[in-house]
């Protein structure tokens, strides 16, 4: 070990309390250790030095991985904080941030007309107004910003083969940071929005209502997907069993819709607010579904459907502790 080596633990003890720590570098100083740790098995003293300079490390990742200001910064605008700088450094990934698309109220037909190919019977259409403008993620939420919240990844797409390019593991946790976070239940999904709204950045966050998904999803359209009725450009605009590779993408990789939001055709399914049952043929203001049931909406369709369910009006329905790996969620905001 050369004379310099524990001068650099000491350069990054002192830059973290200046805040100034760079988690990439910590990270890379932990794996140099393990490399020399491996070489001092007959030297049981040094050795323990050695444990404890990495569980030092670990501790002050942990500290900066902990932070509740992150789990504010990565759903804000904020990006110029000391906070948010660490994180983007030590991830390296756009997906981290999440922006969020401002929808203004009007009014569509929800639902799909009887002329619409691969329709089904629950898809009745109706009139529906939404009286108030609101804000939706233009993404998926992505397995980096669910870990930073919630501190674990419950996603089954989280290996290195799944994303070598961008493949990260932090707190013996893989993660694809750009993929979409899923496996979640609608259950899982509200823990992650309560701590999301435990800070104080401005904003509550829900799940979209199932209206507010399709009015956005459609993108101002009334054909089947957002670009049109024609199928042939579908891959342009979303991961599905033809183009995904058997698995979920990083999100906002192919074409936005109309409303700048990416991945509303495929890649994951998405949870939205609403109880499942059948529509009323009547006109509705700012409907908000069933007032109890059995099973919630899921909407968009995966990476492993045929494009009929990559529709904008199909709905698909669970119990809201359902789990399984493609489905998760996108968010919607007001502010307080």
Known sequence: MNDGF??????????????????????SLKQRIEVIEGKLSDNSELAGAIREIKQLIDKLVD??????????????????SFEFNILSSYIKTP???????????????MGSPSSEKDR???????????????EIQQTEVTQAQWFLVMGYNPSYFKKKENCS???????????????????????DAQDFIKKLNEGNDGYNYRLPTEAEWEFASRGGTQTAYSF???TGYLRD????????????????????NQYNLYDMHGNVWEWTQDWYANYSSG?????????????????????????????????????????????GFRLVRTAK
Request: overall charge negative.
């Open 237 to 256: 605009y979303g991961w599905y069993y033809e183009n995904s590779g058997s698995q979920t993408r990083a999100v906002g990789n192919k074409k936005a």
């Open 6 to 27: 524990p001068g650099q633990i000491q350069d990054f003890i002192n830059a973290y309390g200046q805040e100034k720590a760079d988690l990439a570098k910590m990270e």
């Open 165 to 187: 390019e961008d493949y990260l593991e932090i707190k013996s946790t893989g993660l694809c940071p750009n993929h979409p976070v899923e496996t979640v239940s609608w259950n």
């Open 228 to 230: 049109g009725d024609d």
């Open 63 to 80: 500290q900066i991985i902990g932070n509740p200001a992150l789990q504010k910064i990565v759903f804000s605008k904020d990006k110029q």
């Open 283 to 327: 006109s509705q203001r700012d409907p908000v579904g069933a007032a109890s049931g059995s099973a919630r909406v899921f909407r968009g369709g995966c990476w492993s459907d045929v494009g009929q369910s990559l529709r904008s009006a199909f709905r698909y329905s669970w119990g809201p502790g359902f789990r399984n790996f493609n489905v």
């Open 95 to 109: 997906g981290i941030s999440a922006e969020f698309a401002f929808i203004r109220a009007g009014t569509f037909q």
């Open 120 to 134: 089904y019977d629950d898809e009745v259409v109706h009139s529906v107004t939404l009286t108030k403008d609101f």
